[in-house]
T-cell receptor, first 114, second 110 residues
Framework: GAVVSQHPSWVICKSGTSVKIECRSLDFQATTMFWYRQFPKQSLMLMAT?????????EQGVEKDKFLINHASLTLSTLTVTSAHPEDSSFYIC??????????FGQGTRLTVV | DAKTTQPPSMDCAEGRAANLPCNHSTISGNEYVYWYRQIHSQGPQYIIH???NNETNEMASLIITEDRKSSTLILPHATLRDTAVYYCIVPPNTGNQFYFGTGTSLTVIP
């Protein structure tokens, strides 16, 4: 079946540094990918829609300069958390829509900012 | 996007069928219903989706009412590994964003 892979699975970084998370669709091409954030005991919150070859579309309240998204190819989207702070610690998840309409999700990236 | 409503939690005995309901009364005629589940600290897993006909795959069955205002996900023989949060989602036709509600936390009891 379809597979979406994220890297890294977990990362610890110092406050003020930037962290890049990769999302790859392994067996299909995805012109659109999505990025989510999930805090403990909460549901997934959509952050942005990543469009191949164009600018990402951010949900209301999500800082586009804080969360940089690049979708340079049909199989890769990246999320960079810039100048990370402890409140950015969260579980970040990406997804991609496969032909047929279903979204497939990565395994998630646990970010801890210390 | 059509809002979905699910009970916050349910229990099910191991080996019995788990029936998870979802209300989506504002669904449009050509919007699909998708079901996902999330096991702790993992990404959501696709289960099944449908438009108006009932659907079945190796994981579950999806029953959609004739007026399409509600649906039920059926896990025919629940196992302990089915313990998870189950999400019913109706993405809009434009944009295909999958917005997650609070889902149903299913606990399968030995």
């Amino acid at each position: 079946g379809a597979v979406v892979s994220q890297h890294p699975s977990w990362v610890i970084c110092k406050s003020g540094t930037s962290v890049k998370i990769e999302c790859r669709s392994l067996d299909f091409q995805a012109t659109t990918m999505f990025w989510y954030r999930q805090f403990p005991k909460q549901s997934l919150m959509l952050m942005a829609t990543s469009n191949e070859g164009s600018k990402a579309t951010y949900e209301q309240g999500v800082e586009k300069d804080k969360f940089l998204i690049n979708h340079a190819s049909l199989t890769l989207s990246t999320l960079t958390v810039t100048s990370a702070h402890p409140e950015d610690s969260s579980f970040y998840i990406c997804s991609a829509i496969r032909e047929g309409g279903a979204a497939f999700f990565g395994q998630g990236t646990r970010l801890t900012v210390v | 996007d059509a809002k979905t409503t699910q009970p916050p939690s349910m229990d099910c005995a191991e080996g019995r069928a788990a029936n998870l309901p979802c209300n989506h009364s504002t669904i449009s005629g050509n919007e699909y219903v998708y079901w996902y589940r999330q096991i702790h600290s993992q990404g959501p897993q696709y289960i099944i989706h449908g438009l108006k006909n009932n659907e079945t795959n190796e994981m579950a069955s999806l029953i959609i009412t004739e007026d399409r205002k509600s649906s039920t996900l059926i896990l025919p023989h629940a196992t302990l590994r089915d313990t998870a949060v189950y999400y019913c989602i109706v993405p809009p036709n434009t944009g295909n964003q999958f917005y997650f509600g609070t889902g149903t936390s299913l606990t399968v009891i030995p």
